[in-house]
């Protein structure tokens, strides 16, 4: 279907705006109007820009506070109506968003409103111009789209509809299958916009925090089937005031909203271009970026104690690996990457110490530098999480759903015997490598898991081009440990591009969100998402601290242990100096909650429990911006502890403050 969106969904000049939302592939725009005063453009100017670009001007918003006025106030509504036609004209615009009134003018009286609205059609139907006529959830009093059709229907005029807005609509709880009830070409217009569940003022919740359809809890997808079935065939148009988006980066902000709708299109059975997700099965790995030189003076330092054999980060991460049972089992023939094992977790520490995950992201083709992929300085200290691999059953399937969802496929250097790795670029700048680890390694360097007849869906051998990325590191023993695998990883994410991350990654991977949490941290306040896969195979937690208006870059990857009492107090026993130490009022309350056995407090472990089981949980001290969790999941727990953050924050804090 055609796709627009409205003009106030992005932050900048309305010639930016414009530009910005042709390169990200939309169709038509909405002008809102202010965009329209603002710009030292002229009508004429603005219509010539956006032919130029390729974009129509599929509406023009909002004339204000027409409808059912005294009579006095009508004349100069009818002259403020004209005024805003003859700017269409020089536009190029024919159809025109009126907004159910909010005037205390307004009088609650259908008969006189559809009376006022028919006068008005007629006048705009001598321009060629159509009257769309919305319901706003704040409306004096028509404030519900059916009131709206109701009126519209009474007025009974041919260049008069309706616009359905999907945040007036959900936002009131109204239930969107009566739109069916409305003739398709009697809805003029659609306009969509998500909204996060917030109990308040509806009009503040509207103007504020409306969000990309999918990235909010209402279902966006539900309602368009309705007006689908009601044989609506115009735009889809994004509709979002939103606070952060104003100030984010134009270009971005417009792809995220095509990545929205073309979602959006997905769900609703109108996009069969979209290849359909590959559900990653597990982690395959996850990379660490380290320098080698010493630490960095403006990162935070390892809280507990100074820590640990040797003096530069790599040498306190490999410090921190081998304590927790990790061996190094390989080095990449080509590159200064080590890979760390222990069974199925697997972390690669790549020492070149320079490339950090958003200057990667910056320089891929695809997405031109862009001001907002950058991460503030603060941020760009080694160590850092800044790849991880995924499991994926077919990478190349995996790659092509990213790509057709907008993300930035990276260009990846390949010596010869290496294998090829399907990569792409999420929001945050994190590398996203589509993996199968248990392919045949590269001729001559078999893998660890290796299968000789295996061969792939081209009817070729293991070779190269499909061979698994572990052979790069030539042959390998397995490792036993109490970690079998990666459980979770949780980002840090810049406040810019929190819901856009939550997007891609459910999007792009096919993850499920929980709801997001809000928690309080001694200086500030952690927003977190969570998401999963249906299995919980691949588990990951989207974060957002800021703390005295700074971004809080910690980032950590948790690892699964069978039986977490025994690996604790191993740890205890051997290397108490790497575990963050958990304050005694935290047991104290625990204790008070739940009848836990005192081992908790011995061990400082951390407790959770959700309907379906109990979580065991300690933290690592920090290195640079990465800091470890181990985690044992009993019974069915799906949570990730997050009841427990706010105290690691606060020890955290109380390390990195001394
Ligand atoms: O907030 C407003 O005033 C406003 C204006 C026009 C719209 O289409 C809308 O949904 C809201
Ligand atoms: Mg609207």
Same mark, same amino acid.
Do not use: C, K, M, W
């Given at each position: 279907m055609r796709k627009s969106i409205a003009t106030v969904s992005v932050s900048g000049t309305l010639a930016e705006k414009l530009h910005a939302i042709a390169a990200a592939g939309f169709d038509g725009v909405e002008i809102f109007e202010n965009d329209l005063i603002a710009s030292p453009l002229s009508p004429e100017e603005v219509r010539a820009r956006a032919a130029d670009l390729g974009l129509g001007i599929d509406l023009y918003q909002p004339l204000r506070d027409f409808e059912a006025v005294p009579a006095e106030v009508l004349a100069g509504n009818l002259r403020r109506a004209e005024r805003k036609f003859d700017l269409m004209r020089r536009l190029g615009a024919d159809l025109l968003l009126v907004c159910s009134s909010v005037s205390p003018d307004g009088i609650g009286d259908d008969d006189l409103a559809a009376e006022h609205l028919h006068l008005l059609a007629d006048r705009a139907a001598r321009h060629g111009i159509r009257i769309a006529y919305e319901a706003l959830a704040w409306g004096r009093h028509v404030s519900d789209y059916l009131h709206a059709w109701r009126v519209v229907q009474l007025a009974g005029h041919p260049n008069l509809g309706t616009c359905l807005d999907s945040f007036h609509i959900l936002s009131r709880g109204s239930d969107p299958i009566g739109i069916e009830a409305i003739p398709g070409d009697k809805i003029f217009f659609l306009q969509l916009a998500d909204a996060p569940r917030l109990a308040m003022d509806v009009l503040q919740w509207s103007r504020h925090y409306r969000c990309f359809p999918g990235q909010g809890g209402f279902d966006v997808a539900g309602l368009v089937t309705h007006v689908l079935k009601a044989g609506y065939q115009g735009p889809l148009s994004l509709e979002v005031f939103n606070d952060v988006f104003r100030q984010a980066d134009t270009g971005r902000t417009a792809k995220d909203a095509m990545r929205s709708l073309l979602a959006l299109e997905e769900a609703v059975g109108l996009a069969p271009q979209i290849p359909?997700?590959?559900?990653?099965?597990?982690?395959?790995?996850?990379?660490?970026?380290?320098?080698?030189?010493?630490?960095?003076?403006?990162?935070?330092?390892?809280?507990?104690?100074?820590s640990g054999p040797g003096d530069t980060d790599g040498d306190r991460l490999r410090d921190l690996l081998a304590a927790l049972g990790f061996a190094r089992t390989g080095r990449h023939a080509a590159k200064p990457v080590e890979l760390w094992e222990q069974r199925d977790a697997r972390i690669l520490?790549?020492?070149?110490? !320079?490339?950090? /995950? +958003?200057?990667? $992201? @910056?320089?891929?083709?695809? =997405? %031109?530098?862009?001001?907002?992929? &950058? *991460?503030?300085?603060? !941020?760009?200290? /080694? +160590?850092?999480? $800044? @790849?991880?691999?995924?499991? =994926? %059953?077919?990478?190349?399937?995996? &790659? *092509?759903?990213?790509?057709?969802?907008? /993300? +930035?496929?990276?260009?990846?250097?390949?010596?010869?015997?290496?294998?090829?790795?399907?990569?792409?670029a999420a929001p945050d700048g994190t590398r996203l490598f589509f993996c199968r680890t248990d392919r045949p390694g590269p001729l001559g360097h078999p893998g660890l898991s290796d299968h000789p007849g295996q061969r792939d869906q081209a009817g070729l051998p293991g070779d190269v081009r499909r061979a698994s990325w572990v052979g790069d590191f030539g042959p390998r023993e397995p490792v036993a440990g109490p970690v079998s695998h990666i459980d979770h990883v949780a980002l840090t994410q810049p406040l810019h591009h929190f819901d856009e991350a939550a997007l891609f990654y459910r999007g792009v991977l096919g993850l499920r969100p929980l709801p997001s949490l809000e928690l309080p941290d001694p200086y500030g306040l952690l927003r977190s998402k969570a998401m999963a896969s249906d299995d919980g195979a691949v588990r990951m937690v989207l974060n957002i601290a800021r703390v005295g208006g700074q971004h809080v870059p910690w980032q950590h990857i948790a690892l699964a242990c069978d039986d977490l009492v025994t690996t604790a107090r191993g740890l205890r026993d051997a290397r108490p100096d790497l575990l963050l130490p958990i304050p005694a009022n935290y047991y104290d309350d625990l204790e008070a909650r739940h009848d836990v056995p005192p081992e908790?407090?011995?061990?400082?472990?951390?407790?959770?429990?959700?309907?379906?089981?109990?979580?065991?949980?300690?933290?690592?001290?920090?290195?640079?911006?990465?800091?470890?969790?181990?985690?044992?999941r009993l019974g069915g727990y799906r949570g990730y502890g997050a009841g427990n953050a706010p105290v690691r924050l606060a020890v955290q804090h109380a390390g990195t403050r001394g």
């Open positions: 359909p997700p590959v559900i990653p099965t597990g982690f395959a790995f996850a990379e660490l970026t380290v320098s080698e030189s010493e630490p960095t003076g403006s990162e935070p330092e390892p809280t507990g104690s100074e520490l790549n020492t070149t110490g !320079t490339e950090s /995950a +958003p200057e990667r $992201a @910056a320089s891929v083709p695809q =997405s %031109p530098p862009e001001p907002a992929a &950058a *991460a503030p300085e603060s !941020t760009r200290v /080694a +160590p850092a999480l $800044a @790849a991880l691999g995924l499991e =994926s %059953p077919d990478p190349a399937g995996s &790659a *092509a759903r990213a790509r057709s969802l907008l /993300a +930035p496929v990276l260009p990846r250097e390949r010596g010869p015997d290496e294998a090829a790795l399907d990569a792409i908790l407090r011995e061990l400082g472990l951390l407790y959770d429990r959700d309907e379906h089981g109990e979580f065991l949980h300690l933290y690592t001290i920090t290195v640079g911006r990465v800091f470890f969790e181990l985690v044992q």
